[in-house]
């Protein structure tokens, strides 16, 4: 099962970023060609039935994958970074954090409206960073058709932020 594969293989590290996070390192999956080949194909039997036409990748960690995704399902990959990384014309969503804020961006012309998108990140945790992207999406006139996460921290119900874009919320490892 590729849940209990990515478990024996995500790396623990307490404290991190700040004193009392036990952080979830993915890392350590990178080293494992056919385990990420796996979690990639996991994840596009997954959604199949969503009929998207890109995925967007949330800085950085949500590239990783992201982008292996977009091209086995032969659709764009779109980067959704941090404020000031991309090139071209963008929006930004600004979302509060525990410790402040932080903006995120996408470039203008990412996608034409009416695009079905699926957002990816590697971890859910509390939920505002993805429901910010969230906001970008539609911002844009796509159409959220789903999310999708290495991992999910349940007891932190990031999913309830999610729901006003979409009930699909595919994850592989839950906590």
Known sequence: MIEAAIKQVIRDVPDFPKPGILFKDI???????KLCTAIVE?????????????????????????????????????PIRKKGKL??????ETYDLEYGTATI????????PGTKVLIHDDLLATGGTVEAAA??????????????????LGFLKGEEKLTNFSDKLVTLVNY
Do not use: C, Y
């Open 87 to 92: 090139p071209a014309e963008t929006i930004s």
């Open 135 to 152: 906001k970008l999406v539609t911002q844009l006139g796509g159409e959220v058709a789903g999310f999708s996460f290495i991992i999910a």
């Open 42 to 78: 996991a994840f596009a039997e997954a959604v199949k039935e969503l009929k998207i036409d890109a995925v967007a990748g949330i800085e950085s960690r949500g590239f990783l994958f992201g982008l292996m995704l977009a091209n086995r399902l032969n659709i764009p990959f779109v």
């Open 105 to 112: 961006e996408i470039h203008r012309d990412a996608f034409v």
């Open 27 to 33: 890392t350590p999956v990178l080293k494992d060609p």
